[in-house]
Each structure stands twice: as structure tokens, then as C-alpha cells.
């Protein structure tokens, strides 16, 4: 299965940009399509994106499309989400995982969009 780890999330301005990773330590991570999905303070889970086995075929929800961007190499085990004109309402804890629901998620990485 997948062991995946986020990393890259910080403090950020609004309309200012970040790049999360997520590392899978596991051999399968080719066999999944992946998604992100995130939480922000007192809500539940939400999905963001989501991306084929190969890499191909990219889905996003309304509230980020056109700023945010997902992609993945497989040769490093690596997802990716770029997150350009990000707003406070983007605050939340950012997961990659094996489907919309969460599933398979790692230990999260924060992001704070604020003044």
C-alpha cells in the first residue's frame, strides 16, 4: 500500500503562492490515482484535486480551479500541488490520499494564508 508524507505548507500572504509534496515510502504509489484534500479549522474534509495513475488526467474542485495545479512523478514516489493565488479561505491542513474521502492520508501539512 501507500505511506504518504506532506510537506511544504507555511505562512503565506494572500495571493501568494506555495508547493506541496507528498511522498509515498511505499511501492505501489503508480497504481493509484491520487487525490488532494484538505481541512480547515472546524470543517470537514474536503476534496481539491485528483490525478490519474498516469499522470494525464487532472480534476479539481470549483474553489481552486484555475489556481491551483496537481501533478505527480512517478519515478520519485512524488505528488505535487501548486497553489498560486491563494486566499484565506485556502487555510486548512492539506492531505494527499488515495481517494476523495481522505483514505490512505499522511500526518497532513498546514497551510495559513493570512495577513
Known amino acids: 500500500g501507500v505511506h504518504m508524507v506532506e510537506s511544504g505548507g507555511g505562512l503565506v500572504q494572500p495571493g501568494g503562492s506555495l508547493r506541496l509534496s507528498c511522498v509515498d515510502s511505499g511501492n505501489t504509489f503508480a497504481n493509484y490515482w491520487i487525490d488532494w484534500v484538505r481541512q480547515a479549522p472546524g470543517k470537514g474534509l474536503e476534496w481539491v484535486a485528483r490525478?490519474?495513475?498516469?499522470?494525464?488526467?487532472?480534476y479539481y474542485a470549483y474553489s481552486v480551479k484555475g489556481r491551483f495545479t496537481i501533478s505527480r512523478d512517478n519515478a520519485k514516489n512524488t505528488l505535487y500541488l501548486q497553489m498560486n493565488s491563494l486566499q484565506t479561505e485556502d487555510t486548512a491542513v492539506y492531505y494527499c490520499?488515495?481517494?476523495?474521502?481522505?483514505?490512505?492520508r499522511g500526518q497532513g501539512t498546514q497551510v495559513t494564508v493570512s495577513q
Open positions: 490520499a488515495t481517494d476523495m474521502l481522505g483514505t490512505g
Open positions: 490525478i490519474s495513475k498516469d499522470g494525464e488526467r487532472t
